[in-house]
């Protein structure tokens, strides 16, 4: 317990699961810390790291996980910024979970790296029952 999770969602490719992510976030609060519980939040704009600019949301992001434990990522929306992270995460050695809903579509790149794990769900206690699995590997 007390992972350093490094929770990563759509920004700037669509907010429509941003309460989504708080739920998500709150429920790894439970046993774990969240390095980037910004996500779930509703405007993100008002915050001091998105006012500092790319470069510095860059360095503080890959900052957070060259120090986490693990990446639980929500992919449902599609993002670039998420397939970075995700991407950075791999070559770092870092753990990567993999969740979406089944009505949407998996990018190939990352349906298609064994090194992911993923985890479609069709509805939110399925979603929390994977997520329950997750949070309890060592």
Known sequence: MNKKIYFAGSIRGGRDDAA???????YIQNTDIV???HIGSVKLEDL?????????IYAQDTAWLRESDMVIAEC?????????????????GIPCHVFWRTEQHLSAMI???DYFH??????KEHLFEELEKTLGEE
């Open 20 to 26: 989504l992510y708080r739920e998500i976030i709150a």
């Open 35 to 37: 390095l980037t519980e």
């Open 48 to 56: 001091p790291l998105e006012r500092a600019g790319d470069r510095a």
């Open 76 to 92: 449902s929306t599609a993002s670039l910024g998420v397939g970075y992270e995700l991407g950075f995460a791999e070559a770092h």
């Open 111 to 113: 349906a298609g790296d």
């Open 118 to 123: 993923l985890h479609p769900y069709d509805s």
